[in-house]
């Protein structure tokens, strides 16, 4: 039952990453009937990961498919980037304060 859950959540979570839908396009998007996508909703919800507004449910959180790959390769190589910066810049003191 889990691994149905998580599936299902999965599939709402994707289909609004491209914006807010009515609860009959969330539907058709992610394949499923309205009142069991209602309880998925409200389970989300109370995760704080959609919220509805005027008829309109939208992702609360971040979401990243395949597209963002690019992006998020970017991003963790500006972190490294940013680490290794920060470790060159303080290297002496941390060498020097280090007990070992």
């Given at each position: 039952?889990e691994?149905?859950?998580?599936?299902?959540?999965t599939?709402v979570?994707?289909?609004?990453?491209d914006?807010?839908?009515d609860?009959a396009?969330?539907a058709?998007a992610v394949?499923?009937?309205?009142?069991?996508?209602?309880?998925?909703?409200?389970?989300?919800?109370?995760l704080d990961?959609?919220a509805?507004s005027g008829?309109?449910?939208?992702a609360?959180?971040?979401?990243?498919?395949?597209?963002?790959r690019?992006?998020?390769?970017?991003?963790?190589?500006l972190g490294r980037?940013?680490?290794?910066?920060?470790a060159?810049?303080?290297y002496a003191?941390?060498?020097?304060?280090?007990?070992?």
């Amino acid at each position: 039952m889990e691994g149905l859950v998580r599936r299902q959540a999965t599939r709402v979570m994707l289909a609004l990453r491209d914006g807010p839908k009515d609860l009959a396009g969330l539907a058709a998007a992610v394949g499923v009937e309205q009142q069991p996508l209602k309880d998925m909703l409200a389970f989300l919800a109370s995760l704080d990961y959609v919220a509805e507004s005027g008829g309109l449910y939208e992702a609360r959180i971040t979401v990243l498919d395949e597209r963002d790959r690019g992006m998020v390769r970017q991003l963790r190589q500006l972190g490294r980037q940013a680490i290794e910066r920060w470790a060159d810049d303080r290297y002496a003191a941390l060498a020097r304060n280090s007990t070992c």
